[in-house]
Every structure is written in structure tokens, then in C-alpha cells.
């Protein structure tokens, strides 16, 4: 029995401990009260390619900030440190791009109203604000307080220009060669059809007039009118018969799987197509030829210009692919952006909905993946959730570093992508990239655990509990890669193949492949696992942890096909390492050729520019996804504010129109660094053969989300370029790619590039500022020079409107609208509005 007398000197110490904890909290700052301003110094520091910058730290509040006793966590590359030996700080690496900063004996507290500049080295150069620290938040080493959420967080723009930003003169130089064109000489139908003509006989539409389509394009006909209310205010009949005046759809056949026939005249407009698909893509063009402006509010009548159009699309694959893993993005997003889809005739959704980041998907039986896997916030051990990334911040479900759609959720994404022809693929991230997912099932291990099940416990584990190998990934994670060689990982797989083809059926969307990843798996992995190891003892076919690739998605490969899928993966999925010339490179592997393997082939960059053009050659189904012209998520321009990577370049709207599929070398002009390409790169690349043709499926356009964090920053960064792949996935080969002249094919590009712009600036992007609620595309900066004592400027898309001024202020929707030359001295303010008043980034020319 415990005495009483214990009792009381228990809780007197009890007692007086949390007096002290109190008192100690009331004489130290509220993290709130701590300012944080950041800023490049110099680049190339000490001649070399590194940078230096400065982290202030700024006490607002009326307590210091001691000396001791807390951690400053943020996320950023691991290559930060601070700079010099008496440094305040050190800086630690904890995993992936989560970094602590915690004081040395050199720090001095903080006192109210004071500030501690604390200089930073890291590696590379500080081209834009993807690399700059952020997510800071602070913790007491005592956890005495909560509250982590420190005050405001300033990234500062580097006052000199030492890495080339993009200048004004650069953009007008690169809009010189567009030509503004009449509205009433561009194609009115977009992506452009493979047969379009006008005839000036012109239909005018009004509620009254029914959709009348056959039986078997009733949803078509339906999702049409649906929109036509949107326009008229009221939502016109529907019928499968009737006479006089009305929009037709009827079954012909013949027309192939996806292609329609239009006919616009006095009398209505007839769609003609051999399928549903093919009918709804005649309805989308049919929407394509209602005037943009007829959206911004209810209509009596439009005017459809005549036309006759035969189209099909040139490509079956024509994918977008949304990464929700590393950032989260609500349903109705993703609904909105499948809208988008449709209207451009893009009909593959690639689902990135699992990485180290995050896992978005419930799965029923494994409900850690979402409790634990879905989340992120600070901790010490990921066994809640995970640790911050990307500057998600130190507290669960407040950012879009946490979310996740339920299964319900998932079932009427399906139906809604299923009902707009777009086909859904789902990835499932592995053996790499898989640290939310090996997180979760370590979670579900140790509840199981407690509760005495340890059988059941195993039963998904991705790890082996013994593994000591050492590794860090592209991303500087150390624990992100499953462990094949358990047999609790392919029975985790199977759970999770099977819930997603149950998911399929209940929403009745097709389903013919998943997407198993394949990756980025670093060197070091698997080689001290006992699984491995016993594996390797009792399978001849496995002799070294290499053998552990082809081992790994020769299961799944099997797996897939008792569901009667194929399977699909990055281009390293059909790729295997060989000694050539002394070096270790990667070559097609003979294995998997011609095994229905879909590779999504992103590397063109140096070494690997024909990699997609060798694997179609070795007998793989290639999907090309290259990086330097299709990845949206890279930024638009040289400019500090222009958010978005650049390690595999910068892409603007030009790079996906001017893609060549079947010869995208011919038509590369610039490096990584938009300098200009030197053709003699690609001497001796492997080219294409009539065999490698038959094998590119289709393209697709990724948008990875590191830098994503609102559905205005997706819109952002997906519009206008997307337009550019819908064109380049639906439209003919243009004249200029198969030009053998070189003169010839500039001009026509020049041509064709102009008209492109021209569709974008005067009906598109217009469109879409009331299309499915409006779309946050992005603005282009204006182009400017002084030439003569005058500042010219020009503007990427003809009929966006430049306004400027000359008294320092910004511009604005009221300020003066640019005709012609400016001869105003002094500082010159430049933007872009589109119609609905929206503007780009101000830009700026000095007129001396």
C-alpha cells in the first residue's frame, strides 16, 4: 500500500513543477511573435555554385526568445547549413526535405523588439523561390507549450540579378513573330479537327431548339444540354425524335472509335459518330463554336458559324496526369478539372494518389493509410502521422499537406470521369516512393501488435523489420522503398488492386491497367534485408538485389493478368542495367518487350534524349510524357516569382505545341536552361522505326504538386500549356513537322504558331474565364524595349489587352491601354488583362 505522506510529496512536486513550466512559458515568446525574412545574399558564393542567404529572426512580442531550449524545424534542401564556425545555429537533415535548426552556445537571446540574422550556404543557385526555405515552425524541447505556428514567414526577392531572369526584351523578342489575326479567320473549333470548312451558312441556337439524338447517345445528348442551360438559362428538350430545327445526334457507321462528323447549317447541327465517345466529342466541338462571350450571362440566342468538320484524334492516349500525393486536392477539383479534360478531348486520367508524401485513397480493411498516411504534421516517430514536407506545417488536417478522398468520394469521380469518356488509372507508387504507405502498415504492425495478433500484424507489412541497408532516395528520404521480396507486400498489393477493381465496378467505369510507379529507387536498398537474403539462397533466378526489379513486376505483372489488366509504369519498369564501354547504363529490357508493358517515358534530358524512341523501337507501348515539353509542373519562365521546378527546364505554352511526337528531337530548341539546343546533341540518337510508330500510344501532360497548394496555383500552372498538349494528342501532324526545308518549316510554324495563340487569346482562355465556375489560367507578362526614345510592347496571346503607366504605380484594369509606342521618360509599368480584368506580373523598362 502507498502511504499518504508519499501521496502529498508526489503531488507538491507535481505541483511545483507546473508552476515552473507556467513561469517559464510566460517569460519566453509566443511563436507567433516571431517574424521570419528570408533572403538571397549572393549566388556562386566563394566561386562556387552555391548560395548564401540570410534567415532574420524578428521578436514581435514582449517576451525573448532564450538562448536555448527550442528547435526551429522547415523544410528545404538537406545542403542548407549555416555559415561560418561561430554560427548561432547548427542546421540538421532529419529525412526527405525536413531540416531542424537548433542554437549553438553562440546564440544570444532575443529580447523584445530585437533580432538575430542568422547567414545560410546551400548548394546551386536560387533561381526562382522553389528553392527557398519554408514551413518554419518552432518547438520547445520541454514540449511545455504548444502553439508552433511561428508568425509571419517573408521570402524577399534577391535585390541583383545574378543567375539571368528573364528580361522584357527577351519576351518581346520571342513575340515578334506573332501575327494578330482576325477573329473571323481562326478555325472555330478546337483542338484543330482533322477536316474543317466554312460555310457561311450559320445556325441560330436558342433554348427552343431540342437535342434529339438516338437511343445510344442519350447521356450525350443530356451532358449537352446540361450545358446549353448554362448558356440560355434554360435547359433545352431532350428527345430520341421530332422534326424541324434542332441539334441532332445520330449514330453512322464507320466513323471509328472516337471520331464524329459536324455539320453546322440554317437548319440545326448533326453529329454523326459510330460511338458515344464519338458523339461526345462532336459535342464538345459543338460547344467550342458558341461564342466565349455567350457564357458571362444568359443568352436569348447564338450564332453557330456554318461549318462542316470529319475529325478523329490522333492519338488514343491523351492523358493528363494529377499528382494529389505530395499536395492535396479537394473533389470538386478534381471534378472541375475533368470538365476540363472533356472540353479538350483529353481522356486519360493518370491518378497519382500515393507517395512518400501522402497516401489519398481509403482503402476498406487498411484504415491507417488514411489516418496516418493522409496526414502530416509534426512529430518524432511517424507513428500518428507524417512529418511535415514541402512546408505543410507542424499541425494535421490545416493544410493541403493533409486529405484524402473517401471511397465514396473515388466512386463518383469515376462516374463523373466514366460519363465524359475520360478513363481513369490509378498508381499505385512501388517498390519506391512508397514511404506513406510503409508508414501506414508499420502503424497497423504495432496496433495489431498491442492487441495480440501478430499474424494478422504481418499480414501487409512493406518492411522487413531486420533490414539495415542504407540509402537515400532523389528526394532524401531514407525509408521510402517496399521490401519486395516479402510476401506481405504482395499481399498488400492484391488487398489494394482488389478494393480499387471493387471501386471500378461499383461506379461501372472501365478499368484496363493500374499503374505500379517504378521510379527512383536509389542505390543501397534491400542489400542487408534477411528476406532478401533468403531469398536470394532459395530462388536461382534471383542472384543480386538487381535481380530483385525483374523479379518484383514479374509478380505483378502476373498478378494483373489473372484480373485481366495490363500492366503500366515509368519508363524504369522496362529498363535494366548493362556494362557498355566500362559505365553502367540502362537499356530496354528483352524480358518484358513485347509483353503489353506501358511505360510513361519522362527522361529526354542529356544521355537519355532517345529513350522513348528506344523502348517503342524494343517493343514496349510507350506513352510520351517528356519532361522538357509536357511537364506542367515546371515554371513558365526564367522569373524569380514564377512559382513552379526547374530541374528539367522551364515550359511555357510554346514547348507542348511545337512537341513533334514521332520526331520530337528535330524540333528541340532549347536546353534546360533555355539556352539554345546545338543540334549535334543529337547526332547518332536512335530514331524512330515504323515498328517503334506503331508501338508510341499517346501523350501525356503530369503536373506533379510540390509546389501546388491551392486549386488556383493547379490552374495556374496546368493553363494555357495543357492547351498546347490537347493539340499536339488531337490534332494532325502540322505541316512544319514534316517539312524537310528548314526556311519553310519556320515559316509555317511561325504561321501556325501565331493562329494557335490567337485561338487561345481571342476564344479559349476567354471561354474559360466562365466555363464549369472559371479557370485561374495564367496570365503572360508583357514584352517590352526601348527603341528610338520609345518603349514598345507586345503580348504572347493577341486580344489580351496591355495597359501601363508612368507614375510609379502599378497598373491597373483603369489604367491607360498600350496602342503604340510610349515616349514617356522615366519608368515605364507594364501588364496584361485579360477581358475579364485579371492581369499578369507587372514588368518594368526604364526609358531614359
Known amino acids: 500500500m502507498i502511504k499518504k505522506p508519499f501521496l502529498a510529496t508526489v503531488y507538491c512536486l507535481l505541483f511545483l513543477y507546473s508552476v515552473a513550466c507556467a513561469q517559464l512559458g510566460a517569460n519566453r515568446i509566443a511563436p507567433q511573435n516571431l517574424d521570419l525574412t528570408w533572403k538571397v545574399l549572393a549566388e556562386n558564393y566563394q566561386n562556387k555554385s552555391q548560395t548564401l542567404s540570410a534567415l532574420t529572426l524578428q521578436n514581435t512580442g514582449e517576451a525573448p526568445l532564450p538562448a536555448t531550449g527550442w528547435t526551429l524545424y522547415f523544410n528545404a534542401s538537406p545542403s542548407f ?74 521570402n524577399k526577392r534577391p535585390e541583383k540579378n545574378w543567375v539571368g531572369w ?100 440554317p437548319q440545326g447541327a448533326v453529329i454523326s459518330a459510330s460511338t458515344p465517345a464519338g458523339a461526345f466529342y462532336g459535342t464538345q466541338s459543338l460547344k467550342t463554336l458558341i461564342p466565349p462571350t455567350a457564357l458571362a450571362k444568359p443568352q436569348n440566342a447564338v450564332i453557330l458559324t456554318g461549318v462542316k468538320v470529319k475529325d478523329a484524334p490522333r492519338f488514343g492516349h491523351r492523358a493528363y496526369m494529377m499528382d494529389v500525393a505530395r499536395n492535396f486536392q479537394q473533389k470538386e477539383e478534381v471534378l472541375k478539372v475533368l470538365d476540363l479534360m472533356a472540353l479538350y478531348k483529353l481522356n486519360v486520367l493518370h491518378f497519382h494518389f500515393n507517395d512518400d508524401e501522402g497516401w489519398r485513397l481509403e482503402i476498406p480493411g487498411l ?64 517498390p519506391g516512393h512508397a514511404r506513406a504507405a510503409i508508414k501506414s502498415m508499420d502503424a497497423r504492425y504495432e496496433r495489431l501488435m498491442r492487441e495480440g495478433k501478430p499474424e494478422e500484424a504481418k499480414r501487409y507489412l512493406l518492411r522487413d523489420l531486420n533490414d539495415k541497408s542504407v540509402y537515400r532516395s532523389v528526394q532524401n528520404w531514407d525509408d521510402n522503398v517496399i521490401d519486395v521480396a516479402l510476401p506481405s507486400t504482395y499481399a498488400f498489393l492484391e488487398k489494394v488492386t482488389d478494393e480499387l477493381l471493387t471501386m471500378y465496378k461499383e461506379a461501372g467505369a472501365p478499368i484496363q491497367t493500374i499503374h505500379f510507379g517504378g521510379d527512383e529507387v536509389p542505390r543501397g536498398v534491400w542489400e542487408q534485408s534477411p528476406a532478401v537474403q533468403s531469398l536470394i539462397a532459395k530462388n536461382p533466378a534471383v542472384k543480386n538485389t538487381d535481380d530483385l526489379w525483374f523479379y518484383f513486376f514479374g509478380n505483378i505483372n502476373d498478378m494483373l493478368k489473372e484480373r485481366n489488366l495490363y500492366l503500366s509504369g515509368w519508363e524504369e519498369i522496362g529498363l535494366k542495367k548493362v556494362k557498355q564501354n566500362g559505365r553502367t547504363v540502362y537499356v530496354p529490357n528483352p524480358e518484358f518487350a513485347d509483353d503489353n508493358f506501358h511505360v510513361d517515358v519522362w527522361n529526354n534530358l542529356a544521355g537519355a534524349e532517345d529513350l522513348a524512341y528506344k523502348m517503342a523501337n ?24 514564377e512559382e513552379g521546378l526547374y530541374w528539367g527546364g522551364f515550359l511555357d505554352v510554346d514547348k507542348p ?66 492547351l498546347g498538349v490537347a493539340e499536339r494528342a488531337w490534332a494532325p501532324d502540322p505541316a512544319w513537322a514534316t517539312e ?16 494557335f495563340v490567337n485561338i487561345l487569346g481571342k476564344r479559349e482562355l476567354p471561354r474559360l474565364n466562365y466555363y464549369a465556375g472559371g479557370y485561374n489560367y495564367r496570365i503572360p507578362t508583357a514584352g517590352a524595349m526601348i527603341k528610338d526614345g520609345a518603349v514598345l510592347a507586345n503580348t504572347q496571346l493577341p486580344g489580351l489587352v496591355i495597359r501601363y503607366t508612368t507614375n510609379g504605380a502599378e497598373p491597373t484594369a483603369n489604367s491607360k491601354v498600350y496602342t503604340g509606342p510610349i515616349k514617356e521618360k522615366g519608368t515605364v509599368k507594364l501588364k496584361v488583362f485579360d477581358p475579364s480584368g485579371r492581369s499578369g506580373r507587372v514588368v518594368s523598362v526604364e526609358n531614359r
Open 657 to 722: 505545341f511545337y512537341f513533334i511526337p514521332y520526331d520530337y528531337m528535330k524540333n528541340q530548341k532549347v536546353d534546360m536552361y533555355n539556352n539554345p539546343v546545338d543540334k549535334a546533341t543529337f547526332a547518332g540518337k536512335e530514331q524512330l522505326t515504323e515498328k517503334g510508330k506503331a508501338n508510341i500510344v499517346g501523350i501525356q501532360a503530369p503536373l506533379w504538386s510540390e509546389t501546388i497548394k491551392t486549386p488556383e496555383r493547379l490552374e495556374y500552372m496546368l493553363l494555357p500549356k495543357v
Open 618 to 641: 524494343a517493343g514496349y507501348k510507350v506513352v510520351l510524357t517528356n519532361v522538357t515539353n509536357l511537364y506542367m509542373d515546371l515554371a513558365y519562365q526564367k522569373a524569380y516569382e
Open 81 to 154: 547549413r549555416a555559415q561560418g564556425d561561430n554560427a548561432p545555429v547548427k542546421v540538421e537533415h532529419v529525412n526527405g526535405d525536413l531540416l531542424r535548426m537548433v542554437p549553438t552556445d553562440k546564440f544570444k537571446p532575443v529580447p523584445p523588439g530585437g533580432s538575430q540574422r542568422i547567414e545560410l550556404v546551400s548548394a546551386g543557385q536560387m533561381i526562382n523561390q522553389s528553392r527557398a526555405p519554408q514551413g518554419f515552425y518552432l518547438v520547445w524541447d520541454d514540449n511545455s507549450a504548444k502553439g508552433y505556428n511561428i508568425g509571419s514567414q517573408t
Open 367 to 430: 484504415p491507417e493509410l488514411t489516418a496516418v498516411g493522409s496526414q502530416r504534421g509534426h512529430t518524432v516517430d511517424n507513428k500518428k502521422h507524417l512529418q511535415p514536407t514541402l512546408g505543410s506545417g507542424p499541425e494535421p488536417g490545416k493544410t493541403s499537406g493533409s486529405g484524402y478522398f473517401s471511397r465514396e468520394d473515388f466512386i463518383d469521380i469515376l462516374k463523373y470521369a466514366r460519363d465524359r469518356h475520360i478513363t481513369v488509372i490509378p498508381e499505385i507508387e512501388t
Open 740 to 755: 524537310t526545308d528548314e526556311r519553310k518549316s519556320e515559316a509555317a510554324y511561325n504561321q501556325a504558331w501565331s493562329e
Open 166 to 265: 528573364i528580361q522584357p526584351e527577351d519576351v518581346y523578342r520571342q513575340n515578334e513573330v506573332i501575327k494578330d489575326i482576325p477573329m473571323e479567320k481562326l478555325t472555330k473549333v478546337f483542338p484543330t479537327p482533322a477536316q474543317y470548312a466554312e460555310t457561311a451558312q450559320p445556325f441560330t441556337l436558342t433554348s427552343s431548339v431540342p437535342v434529339i439524338a438516338d437511343k445510344a447517345f442519350t447521356k450525350e445528348a443530356t451532358l449537352l444540354a446540361d450545358h446549353l442551360a448554362t448558356v440560355f438559362g434554360q435547359k433545352p428538350a431532350v428527345k430520341t425524335s421530332g422534326t424541324g430545327k434542332a441539334i441532332r445526334l445520330q449514330q453512322k457507321q464507320g466513323l471509328g472509335e472516337e471520331g464524329y462528323e459536324l455539320e453546322v447549317s
